[in-house]
Structures are given as C-alpha cells and as structure tokens.
C-alpha cells in the first residue's frame, strides 16, 4: 500500500504534504521496525520515496506489504456495526493488536477505525506517522489512546455510545489479559471519562438544535 505523508489538523490545508526535514519520515521506519520485531503485527515497510521540493522542504511517499483479505475497522462498520459473534471476535483480535502496541511503549497518534486493518485471523496496527516509543506507558496515557479509538468508533457509527458496557468490560478484560490491577484502573477511569465524553457530546446535541 503507498500512502503520501500529509498534515492533518489545522496545517493539514496550510502546508499540505510539505515537512520540513526527512525526520518524521525516518521515524516512522524506526517505530515501525521496533515494534514489529517485537511481536506487533504491522505490515513491514518496504520503501520510502523522500523528495526535496525546495530545501529545506521535504515530500514523502511510504509503500508497506499488502495483507491479503484484509479491510479496515472503518469498512467493516460502514454497513452498521455487527453483532453477536462476529463482534466478539473484532472486539478480541482489536484489543490484542492494541495490547501487544501499548505493552511494548508505544503510543498512537491517531489510533482510530481507519488504521487498524482487519485480516482474518488478527489486526493489524497501520500509519505510525507521529507514533512514539516509552519504556513504559502509564494507565493515563493508555486510557487516552483507548478512549481516541472509541470516538472514532461513535463518529463512524453516529451512535453515542455505540458498544454496551458488557461489550467493553469484554474488550477491556482482553487487553489487561488476566492482569486484574490494570483492568481495575482502566475500568474505572474510562467510566469516568465515557460519562463525561457522553454528557459533553449530548450538551453540544442540545445546542445545535
């Protein structure tokens, strides 16, 4: 798969595909390669094109193997999110992938349904574009990245809340794999700020009307 860099955000229509410098490009290979030794499925890297446009203005392209029968988390809930069965499953193979990328220290930057890449047997972490290594994470710092991917999940669906308690207690039982003092902490912070993110959203609902 080729992917161009771009700016997201705000400087997303300012600059473009425009970096100043080849770094962000490099350290993309660099977490890339970490990780992926060490046990998290990425697609490998297979090339990166970086061309100067006026010094010290850079562009960059990224080609990454192909997963055969693979979608992304954002085609697989396009047609409304699944349920029994099948929504188990993308729930574990989801919190494994995430689990494996947050107990070797890294951080996703934009951890939403369309960089986690559905094949049939796990899920693969895509775009580390601005992704970070730490010898460790802390529940904080976890509990973040969980809660981007669960905006993410609400925006695709337009549902508020779109998985049950019992779906996330499952996710969250996942991913602490039988470490019952993180499943206490994330469980408890993330009610907290699911609560919150709820009665924010709605208030903005309520507004707009």
Not at 6 to 32: C, D, K, T, W, Y
Not at 99 to 121: E, F
Not at 166 to 195: M, T
């Amino acid at each position: 798969m080729l992917r161009p860099y771009r700016h997201g955000g705000m400087l997303g229509p300012l600059l473009g595909n425009r970096f100043l410098g080849a770094q962000r490009f490099l350290s993309e290979i660099r977490v890339s390669e970490v990780i992926r030794l060490a046990g998290v499925a990425t697609p490998e890297i297979l090339a990166l094109y970086i061309r100067g446009a006026s010094r010290p203005i850079f562009r960059g392209w990224i080609l990454t193997r192909h997963v055969p029968g693979s979608i992304n988390l954002r085609q697989w809930v396009s047609g409304g999110l699944p349920g029994g069965d099948e929504r188990g499953k993308v729930l574990r193979l989801t919190a494994q992938a995430v689990r494996s990328l947050h107990a070797v220290g890294c951080t996703h930057r934009d951890l939403n349904l369309s960089n986690l890449l559905l094949a049939p047997d796990r899920v693969f972490v895509l775009d580390l574009d601005g992704a970070r290594l730490r010898s460790a994470l802390t529940p904080r710092e976890r509990c973040a990245n969980l809660l981007r991917l669960y905006r993410s999940l609400a925006k695709e669906t337009g549902v508020v809340e779109p998985l049950s308690l019992r779906d996330r207690r499952a996710f969250l039982k996942v991913y602490a794999c039988g470490n019952s003092e993180l499943f206490r902490d994330l469980w408890r912070d993330l009610r907290s700020r699911w609560a919150l993110a709820t009665l924010r959203r709605n208030l903005s609902r309520r507004r707009r009307r």
